[in-house]
T-cell receptor, first 114, second 117 residues
Framework: DAGITQSPRYKITETGRQVTLMCHQTWSHSYMFWYRQDLGHGLRLIYY???????DKGEVPDGYVVSRSKTENFPLTLESATRSQTSVYFCASKNRTSVRYEQYFGPGTRLTVT | AQKVTQAQTEISVVEKEDVTLDCVYETRDTTYYLFWYKQPPSGELVFLIR??????QNEISGRYSWNFQKSTSSFNFTITASQVVDSAVYFC??????????????FGSGTQLTVLP
């Protein structure tokens, strides 16, 4: 019963490099989300997905790309990393669209861009 | 658009004191849910509670209690007899029908609670 996992947990990369953060959930939840957490901003939504092959932008999508070929995976790619993308990234999922359903979060990936 | 404000950036209390974390929200929707999440030093986000917009009853769970007041658009969280293990960042969040097709969460900026022994 792994739930929702993220890899890597820690990543250091250089400016301009491409980096992919992985997210995997075992619940077959329809919805998946990517957030970034920065001091003073709480968590801000980057992208979300309603199902395989259906994705949409959130509040701060610039510089990020997502894909969802399988229900259980939702990778987040930084095409050309910048220092402003240094952050903690959380993946989350939920089963239904209803407002009443809470999201379940992965353990987070701490990304540092040098 | 939705907005959640947690004006208290940091709070420090001594063990066994009561502490209240404030949360003020904005939404034009009449149907919405409010949530509290805890983020301990280990970093994971732990769901604590949800409350729907039609239920203004306060809720108590052990040392935790929540006060929801639609008149002031607030959903405050009180920890009674705080313990060192309560030290964490606490986030208030909102999900509404107009939050987007996934009814995604809008988070406040969080309150860092430190409970000193």
């Amino acid at each position: 019963d792994a739930g929702i996992t993220q890899s890597p947990r820690y990543k250091i990369t250089e400016t301009g490099r491409q980096v992919t953060l992985m997210c995997h959930q075992t619940w077959s939840h329809s919805y998946m989300f990517w957030y970034r957490q920065d001091l003073g901003h709480g968590l801000r939504l980057i992208y979300y997905s309603a199902a395989a092959d259906i994705t949409d932008k959130g509040e701060v999508p610039d510089g990020y790309v997502v894909s969802r070929s399988k229900t259980e995976n939702f990778p987040l790619t930084l095409e050309s990393a910048t220092r402003s993308q240094t952050s903690v990234y959380f993946c989350a999922s939920k089963n239904r669209t209803s407002v009443r359903y809470e999201q379940y979060f992965g353990p987070g990936t701490r990304l540092t861009v040098t | 658009a939705q907005k959640v404000t947690q004006a208290q950036t940091e709070i420090s209390v001594v063990e066994k004191e009561d502490v209240t974390l404030d949360c003020v929200y904005e939404t034009r929707d009449t149907t919405y849910y409010l949530f509290w999440y805890k983020q301990p030093p280990s970093g994971e986000l732990v769901f604590l509670i949800r409350r729907n917009s039609f239920d203004e009853q306060n809720e108590i769970s052990g040392r935790y209690s929540w006060n929801f007041q639609k008149s002031t658009s607030s959903f405050n969280f009180t920890i009674t007899a705080s313990q060192v293990v309560d030290s964490a960042v606490y986030f208030c969040a909102l999900s509404a029908l107009s939050s987007g097709s996934a009814r995604q969460l809008t988070f406040g900026s969080g309150t860092q609670l430190t409970v000193l022994p």
